[in-house]
């Protein structure tokens, strides 16, 4: 369960508890977080990451407002089970890539078409890329 | 909480304190920070009760300083304050003689962690074990409130990262700290609140979160404004 | 008064081999000083007759004697313990200050009250002291078996260790005859052993300024206690039992003023 929590490397501009949840997205995003999946507790998280505990705590305060994470009494903290919930993380992660994308290029004169096939292009590689260092483990 | 009202205090003619005042609150961690001789050693000593003020206030969760308060709040200096000749062992044991809130599992644990030999005699360590060993007694005492003077300067990288950590763990959870430093570097995203010092008074003094949602601004971003604008 | 312990306790172990180095001195020095002379002695007697007269050699030796004959020897060990302790009255303050580490940090951080601080190195000082002249008394009853040992029976005679001792100007200020000079040598040593701590103190509170201070506050001590025995003496006006009892209450004002004085510094505004 713990592995893999390689130390995030934060900017120091974003507020860092932000930053932990954003990380949360991305990793469920990812897969690499499942549904109903237990996370490390609070100070476990402030131990993992290195951060301060009051940032940890903040963390999951946030991700408990945006339901991403359930506590049910003294059991440890889960990543919610509600499919809408988790679709809607995966758009949002999707949306703010497109949107910094759109941003960047938005500046440079090219027809959508030569954009789109550029985009495929890239993102094919890209998969096949990370599939065969993965070892085959996506769950396109 | 701890305050400071109003310090005063001069040195060798200097007005090095020049009328400072702020609060380090339980379960934080707060930063002074400053260049160096900005005076953040003296406002720790000044707290310890190892120095007197000129003028001002200090009161710990209300009272004022007096012997009771050493069992609450423990002090690691930047320099070692253990005599050379003992060995790290009577250095702990000195500590358990004469402290009630000394935590004897906990100041083993840390010298496993620190990787310390407990035989070895203070006067042969480097600066960066030195550093290790001033935390662990300062640690290994159940205090609500922890001060550390300048507890990077000078160590190695490696030593730095292992000290850092101990800022993420539960040694420090619930507790108050307050340490000073002249450069803030990698150990931003581990404060809570930071007080910028420049020519004896508080210039600044924010939370380092809220700097960040509100304006989007680090903490050096801050400091860049303050000591250079 | 546990902490109290533990602290005379650290004072005394810190000096330990400082206290048993003098102690080892001395005793060399006064043993073999001891026994040569006795060798000599036996030896010029047996050259030259048993019943020789010589100015200094009577025919029947006594340990009075050989004290008085070994006296450089004897009192030399003393004076370097009397020098030894009184630096170290001085040293025992200012070697928590400096080296690499300042260990008065730790002193003035004990949750105890800091007077305890001043007590606790005023009674390893006295207790140092105390232990020297306990281990002389015990040379000394070792010199009187060595000299019974070494002295056939015939060529010596009996003696009392008052008059041991009388034949050795430092042995005799040491351990006075009488109970009373005890106290009085003694408790003097302990007053002065305060203004010396009081005035450290007053240095470390005040720093550069803080010499001036403490040089002014020893002499003013000084003065103050040598005051009635000296000038009032002179004038003729004050009865002796007067200006005895001024004498005793002056010292006693000087020890209460440095106590009180060193541990209101102590608290207040001593400064690392």
Not at chain 1, 50 to 59: D, E, F, L, V
Not at chain 1, 94 to 122: N, Q, T
Not at chain 2, 73 to 87: I, Q
Request: glycine share 6%; net charge neutral; hydrophobic share 45%.
């Amino acid at each position: 369960m713990n592995e893999g929590w390689t130390s995030v490397v934060f900017n120091n501009r974003d507020p860092v508890y932000l930053q932990v949840v954003r990380h949360f997205k991305e990793r469920i995003a990812r897969g690499r977080l499942k549904a109903g999946q237990v996370i490390p507790s609070r100070r476990e998280l402030g131990a993992l990451l290195k951060i301060n505990p009051n940032t940890a705590q903040k963390a999951y305060k946030e991700m408990e407002e945006q339901r991403l994470i359930i506590t049910e009494g003294n059991s440890p903290s889960r990543i919610t089970e509600e499919a809408d919930i988790l679709r809607a993380i995966r758009s949002e992660l999707i949306e703010d890539a497109v949107e910094a994308f759109v941003v960047s290029v938005g500046r440079i004169d090219v027809p959508v078409d030569e954009l789109l096939e550029l985009v495929r292009a890239k993102y094919v590689k890209e998969r096949a890329r990370t599939n065969h260092s993965e070892g085959g483990n996506s769950d396109d | 909480m701890i305050e400071v009202v109003d310090l005063h205090k001069r040195y060798r003619g200097r007005k090095v304190l020049n009328g400072i005042s702020f609060t380090a609150e339980k379960g934080q961690i707060t930063c002074l920070i400053g260049i160096n001789g900005a005076g953040k050693s003296t406002i720790l000593k000044s707290i310890m009760g190892l120095t007197p003020p000129k003028s001002g206030t200090i009161r710990i969760e209300g009272n004022p300083v007096g012997p009771a308060m050493y069992e609450k709040v423990a002090f690691v200096p930047d320099h070692p304050t253990v005599r050379m000749g003992m060995k790290l062992s009577d250095g702990m044991q000195f500590m358990n003689d004469f402290y009630q809130n000394w935590n004897e599992a906990r100041a083993k644990e840390l010298l496993d962690f620190f990787k310390l030999d407990r035989s070895e005699r203070v006067g042969n360590l480097s600066k960066g074990t030195t550093a290790k060993y001033s935390l662990l007694l300062g640690l290994s005492q159940d205090t609500d409130y922890i001060l550390m003077d300048e507890p990077f300067s000078g160590i190695d990288m490696f030593s730095r990262e292992i000290i850092a950590e101990v800022f993420s763990s539960d040694l420090i959870e619930a507790r108050g700290v307050l340490l000073t430093t002249h450069e803030i570097d990698d150990m931003e995203h581990l404060i809570d609140k930071a007080i910028l010092l420049q020519n004896g008074t508080v210039q600044l003094a924010f939370d380092c979160e809220e700097m960040r949602t509100t304006e989007g601004k680090s903490v050096i971003d801050v400091m860049r404004e303050v000591y250079m604008g | 008064m546990n902490r109290y312990l533990k602290l005379v306790h650290m004072e005394i172990h810190r000096f330990r081999y400082i206290l048993a180095s003098l102690m080892a001195v001395t005793m060399v020095c006064q043993f073999s000083s001891f026994i040569l002379t006795i060798k000599r002695a036996i030896a010029f007697k047996a050259k030259n007759g048993m019943d020789y007269d010589d100015i200094g050699l009577p025919d029947i030796l006594t340990f009075p004697w050989v004290i008085l004959k070994t006296k450089e020897w004897f009192i030399l060990p003393i004076l370097l313990s009397v020098t030894v302790l009184v630096l170290y009255t001085i040293l025992i303050w200012y070697r928590d200050w400096f080296g690499r580490s300042t260990f008065i940090y730790r002193l003035l951080m004990l949750p105890s009250k800091r007077w305890m601080l001043y007590v606790s190195k005023l009674t390893a000082i006295i207790m140092f002291v105390f232990s020297m002249i306990a281990f002389q008394l015990v040379l000394l009853v070792g010199e009187n078996m060595i000299f019974k040992a070494m002295v056939p029976a015939e060529l010596r005679a009996d003696s009392t260790f008052v008059e041991a001792i009388s034949m050795n100007d430092a042995l005799k200020i040491l351990l006075p005859k009488q109970f009373e000079q005890f106290i009085y040598y003694y408790g003097l040593g302990i007053i002065a052993v305060m203004v010396i701590f009081t005035a450290v103190l007053l240095e470390r509170s005040f720093r550069r300024v803080g010499v001036l201070y403490a040089i002014a506050y020893f002499a003013g001590c000084v003065v103050l206690a040598v005051y009635p025995v000296s000038f009032l003496r002179m004038d003729e006006y004050w009865y002796p039992n007067e200006i005895y009892g001024m004498q005793l209450g002056v010292c006693l004002l000087v020890a209460v003023i440095s106590g009180c004085l060193g541990c209101w510094l102590l608290r207040k505004k001593i400064t690392v």
